[in-house]
């Protein structure tokens, strides 16, 4: 587990992280096709404190995210880093 790996570590690589937390999430919840892939193309973006930014691939799967999928999302990034933690949510702007 990725927690016992880092011990105190307060900067934990949140690359790490997140895919630990994403590996839960998929091997753990009931997803729809739609919500494995908003999931899987998902990123985190920063981790400051006890607060984690994951970007979003849409502005819909953000929606998503921030309603029925939170609390599954949160735990998994918790659990992933061994202690509790705020989960913001934005959507990636498309870059043209």
Known sequence: MLAERMGDDPNPDIDDVWNEARTRVLRGERLTAQERCWVLLSRPVAAVDDTVLLAAPTEFARVAFEGRM????????????????????T???PVH
Not at 70 to 89: N, T
């Open 70 to 89: 939170h609390v599954m999302l949160r735990s998994a990034v918790s659990d992933a880093l061994g202690r509790p933690v705020l989960l913001a949510i």
């Open 91 to 93: 959507s990636r702007v």
